[in-house]
Each structure stands twice: as structure tokens, then as C-alpha cells.
């Protein structure tokens, strides 16, 4: 029997990169509404609600961010020069952020870190979310190079899916901590809950409309068979997890909410695969094409098969010890 090799590495990065969005997103969502704490009190119990998780979390981006570069080269080559000013940008602001973990409960100036925290939160976020528009609407290649200009990846598209990243990440950040919380916080989550969970479906609309027209081999998966089959299934399991969404914060439900918002990026990034599919790098590099010989992503995927389970272990084990509400008068430092 023989293996796609190139097939499995794609499937194990586009896990890794799904499992650090759901992880690091309501961690990184946390940090932007950092700001709209209203005591130092409620933000240490925000920062709190994922102290022993958040690096961790971060794991994840590793993993696919270094098997990008292990088994797909030719594709780390190209994407690298077209994202390396957001790519740099989130990297800086994710140290900035991690570093006022630490420093904010060490120092009386904790305005400072406070401010660290939420601008290294808004920025990678940002960041992530303008890469990831500027990969949908295609990178130039030449050959086996980059092609295009510095800035290619700054559109008004590109900045509409960085925003749009921004806000669920904020709404990610909003439920964990109605799941996480009690009381006067817990109240005031499940209201920005609401909001963010209007404003991010919008943008998830706006942005699904406009993703078509960026390549025409978009427009051709979603509106042909079997995509058209796709482009009616995905919004009616949107609209399920919509109704879970509103029924679990109108019903006073602390997990309900957190798993539907969780179910609206697991979607979104369904949707992205499939207009990918098999593109590594839209719209000129496949899979095959992009990926390292076989004798290389054989070796790789021995490690891969070993280290995956450790980490989703401990990473389980970790939410396990730490589950439960939080108590104020107790903190993680």
C-alpha cells in the first residue's frame, strides 16, 4: 500500500494551524479585551484564565509554522518573502505579549504590561488575520520564487480579514470567560458575547461572498459540482451553530456558547481547505509541488507520529488540571 505522503503532511499542517486558531484564539481574544476590564481585579482574573495555558497554546503555531519549512520548502520560500512584514510584526507582538505575563506581577507600573498585553494581543491578531487574507487572495509566483512587491500583501481585503480575525478572536476571548467566570464579569462578557457574536458571523458573510472572486478557480470549486454541494451545507451548519450560539447565552449557558463560537472557525476554516484544495500556495503551487521528496516527509512523519500525540496529551492534561471556575481570591503567580 502506498502513501501520499505530501497529501498526509498538508493534512497534519492545516490540523496543527486549525488547533492553534481555536487554542491561541480566545487566548489571544482575552488580550483584547484586556482594556475593557473594569478593575485591576477583573483583569487579573482575565489574564489569569489562561496563565497556565497560554504558551502552551502557542505550541501549535510552532508545529506548523517549522513542518511548513521542513516538508514544504518550496512553499516556505515563496510565502515567507510576500508575508514577511505581518509575519515579523506577530512574532514581535506575541514576545511583547508573553513577556507581560510575567512582568505585570512583578511591577506597581502595571499600565505598562497592561498595555503590552492588549497591543501584542490586537497586533498578532491583526497580523494573523492580514496574512491569511493575503494568502486567499493569491501570491505571485515566478518559477520557484516570490515575484511580487513588499506590500502586495496589504489590500483592503487582506485588512477586512484582519479585522475580522480581531473581532472573533474577541468574541473566542468573550465566551471563555463567561465558561471561566461568575458574577458582575461573567455578566459582562455574556454581553459583549452578543455583539461580538453579531459582528463576527457579518464579517464571516462579507468575507465568504468576496473569497470567490479573488481566483477564478474559487468561483469554479464553490460554484460547480460538487462545490455548489458545499456552498449549501456550510451555511446551514453555520445557522445551527448559530442558534446554538444565541440559545446557549440566551439560556444561561456557560459551555454552549464558547463550543459554537469554536464551531464558526472550525467552519470558516473548512471553507478556506476547500477553496484551496490542492493548492498550497494559490493559485500556482500545489501540494505536490510545493512539498520535499518522499524520503524527506517520510523521516519528518516519523517524528510527526510521535511528538503529535505527546503534545495533544499534555496540552488535554493541562486543560484538565486547570478546569473548572476560576476563584478570584486565588491566583496562577
Not at 505550541?59 to 511548513?68: A, H, I, R
Not at 469554479?220 to 450560539?245: A, D, E, H, Y
Not at 499534555?314 to 488540571?321: E, I, S
Request: hydrophobic residues 55%; proline residues 5%.
Amino acid at each position: 500500500m502506498e502513501f501520499d505522503l505530501a497529501f498526509i503532511w498538508a493534512g497534519l499542517i492545516a490540523f496543527a494551524v486549525l488547533v492553534y486558531v481555536i487554542l491561541d484564539g480566545f487566548d489571544l481574544g482575552i488580550g483584547i479585551l484586556f482594556p475593557f476590564g473594569k478593575s485591576d481585579g477583573d483583569r487579573d482574573l482575565m489574564m489569569n484564565s489562561v496563565a497556565p495555558v497560554w504558551d502552551g497554546n502557542e505550541t501549535w503555531l510552532v508545529l506548523g509554522g517549522g513542518g511548513l519549512f521542513a516538508v514544504f520548502p518550496l512553499a516556505y520560500a515563496v510565502v515567507m518573502p510576500a508575508l514577511y512584514m505581518p509575519i515579523t510584526l506577530m512574532l514581535l507582538a506575541l514576545v511583547f505579549r508573553g513577556v507581560s505575563f510575567e512582568y505585570r506581577w512583578r511591577t506597581e507600573n502595571k499600565g505598562l504590561w497592561d498595555a503590552a498585553f492588549f497591543g501584542g494581543s490586537f497586533v498578532a491578531a491583526l497580523c494573523q488575520g492580514i496574512a491569511l487574507g493575503a494568502l486567499v487572495q493569491g501570491i505571485e509566483v515566478d518559477g520557484r520564487a516570490y515575484a511580487g512587491g513588499w506590500f502586495d500583501w496589504l489590500t483592503p481585503f487582506s485588512v477586512l480579514t484582519g479585522f475580522a480575525v480581531v473581532v472573533g478572536y474577541a468574541l473566542l476571548g468573550a465566551t471563555w470567560l463567561v465558561l471561566k467566570t461568575e458574577n458582575d464579569i461573567q455578566i459582562q462578557m455574556r454581553s459583549y458575547a452578543w455583539w461580538l457574536g453579531a459582528a463576527t458571523l457579518g464579517l464571516i458573510g462579507v468575507v465568504s461572498v468576496l473569497t470567490p472572486f479573488q481566483e477564478p478557480e474559487y468561483f469554479q470549486r464553490w460554484f460547480n459540482l460538487p462545490g455548489s454541494l458545499f456552498s449549501m451545507i456550510v451555511p446551514l451548519i453555520m445557522l445551527g451553530l448559530t442558534w446554538k450560539f444565541f440559545a446557549g447565552l440566551n439560556d444561561g449557558k456557560d459551555l454552549q456558547p464558547f463550543l459554537s463560537a469554536l464551531g464558526f472557525f472550525v467552519v470558516s476554516f473548512v471553507g478556506i481547505g476547500i477553496s484551496f484544495y490542492p493548492m498550497m500556495v494559490p493559485p500556482s503551487l500545489t501540494i505536490w509541488e510545493a512539498a520535499a521528496p518522499d524520503s524527506s516527509l517520510a523521516f519528518a512523519l516519523v517524528g510527526a507520529v510521535i511528538l503529535v500525540p505527546i503534545i495533544l496529551a499534555y496540552t488535554a492534561y493541562a486543560y484538565w488540571v486547570f478546569r473548572g471556575k476560576l476563584d478570584p481570591s486565588e491566583g496562577y503567580h
